[in-house]
């Protein structure tokens, strides 16, 4: 699996969500963060949004839920159509059998790691999973700075599950730009979330482009 780039829509004109998808061709996900005002100080968009979406873009939706008790709330969203439903680890009362239901309801299981959150007591997870979710910024509102202290989680992540043996996706979300994105790759990512530098652009689909170019060319081995 090569580098995959998912834009945030979060940064994008909340008026206008089917012509932000359709601004963004080029890329491989389209990443929506679901915030509920108690688990993240921020109320953004829900189920409704998530449906209308899917029925507006022939791309695929990746679902980042900042909410408490996702054990209740997650599966719905898998259901509805997300091709992947990311739930906070800090949130989930029983982490292993949600990521089992998502995965039975046909959609990748993901989890988060908040900033301070380490990766290793989480470690016999990993097999549960589809993707791994380490948090570069504080999460609840998008346009933060990037937290370069999470690069040495992220490279630990890439350690337990280059380790295991896993097909395990690892993806970066939070102040990822054309001026970050190198050192993520290079520290091991290779799902790129990515939402002012791609909807603050004039060319939303370029910004695209060159995110991937600029992750490919870090990902390439050395020596």
């Known amino acids: 699996m ?24 080029a890329a491989d996900w389209l990443h929506v963060d679901v915030m509920d005002n108690h688990f993240v100080p921020n109320l953004t968009l829900g189920l409704p949004v998530v449906e209308s979406l ?3 873009t022939d791309l695929p939706i990746d679902c980042h839920l900042m909410i408490e008790d996702p054990d209740r709330w997650a599966p719905a969203y898998a259901e509805a159509g997300a091709g992947s439903v990311t739930f906070h680890v800090e949130a989930a009362h029983a982490p292993v059998r949600l990521a089992r239901e998502l995965r ?15 990766v290793e007591p989480y470690a016999d997870l990993l097999d549960e999973l589809d993707m791994l979710l380490v948090m570069t910024v504080e999460p ?13 989680k992220v490279r630990r992540a890439r350690e337990l599950v280059s380790g295991r043996g896993l097909d395990l996706w690892l993806q970066v979300d939070g102040g990822v730009s054309a001026e970050t994105i190198e050192r993520c790759a290079e ?10 530098a791609v909807f603050g652009a004039d060319d939303p689909d370029r910004a695209v482009a060159h995110l991937r170019a600029l992750a490919e060319e870090a990902s390439k081995p050395t020596g």
Not at 188 to 194: E, I, M, T
């Open 140 to 152: 609840g509102f998008g346009g933060q700075k990037f937290l370069d202290l999470c690069l040495p």
């Open 187 to 196: 520290a091991g990512a290779d799902v790129f979330v990515a939402g002012s």
């Open 2 to 25: 090569g580098v995959q780039i998912a834009p945030s829509i979060l940064s994008a004109d909340f008026a206008r969500l089917a012509q932000a998808a359709e601004s963004v061709q």
């Open 54 to 56: 899917l029925a507006a």
């Open 104 to 118: 039975a309801l046909g959609t990748r299981a993901g989890m988060a790691l908040k900033p301070a959150t380490p």
